[in-house]
């Protein structure tokens, strides 16, 4: 699920923020009419707004505006910044790394973690950068825009690792099917 403007804030249960560019209600319908019918074992890799929808559609919550809490906007602005990795995530294993650079264009992140994800990158500021699931699915939220540094080691290996997990599930679902 790629990037897009922001999720309604009525959608985690608060008022929305006078900051707020909303992203238009009829992607937020499908996208979350097509996530509540997707099968747990669909790979899943949510850039930027897909971090934040599927987080919210787990039952989390958005910071909605970071300067209020940052006094600075240096993430919605593309510049290229570090993120600090869980040494023991999937994610730092896939990555390679447990420092990770890559480009923001967003004013809101993740503030309560939806149910089945876990905290695994953060900005040195405190900002929540990556959330993977809990159930060992492939499942991956990325705050920042991997697609932005597509040269970067890192950032081709998580989309071969995601492109790997989409053949893998498409060769499982058809050999069911054959069966």
């Given at each position: ?9 009525k ?20 996208e ?32 909605q ?45 993740v ?45 081709q ?15 499982q ?7």
């Amino acid at each position: 699920i790629p990037g897009g403007a922001d999720i309604d804030a009525k959608h985690f249960g608060e008022e929305l923020h006078p900051a707020a560019v909303l992203q238009d209600e009829r992607r937020f319908r499908a996208e979350s009419d097509l996530y509540q019918n997707l099968p747990g074992s669909v790979p899943i890799l949510g850039i930027c707004y897909g971090c934040q929808f599927i987080n919210v559609m787990e039952g989390g919550a958005l910071e909605q505006h970071l300067p209020d809490r940052l006094g600075h906007n240096r993430h919605s602005g593309g510049e290229l910044q570090s993120y600090e990795l869980d040494a023991t995530s999937r994610l730092a294993k896939i990555l390679g790394k447990t420092v990770v650079q890559g480009k923001s264009f967003h004013h809101q992140a993740v503030s309560r973690v939806g149910n089945g994800y876990r905290v695994v990158a953060r900005h040195e500021d405190g900002t929540i950068e990556a959330l993977e699931s809990t159930d060992g699915s492939w499942r991956f939220l990325i705050q920042w825009h991997p697609e932005r540094t597509q040269e970067d080691d890192a950032t081709q290996r998580l989309f071969a690792q995601f492109v790997a997990a989409a053949s893998e599930y498409r060769g499982q679902k058809h050999a069911a099917v054959l069966r």
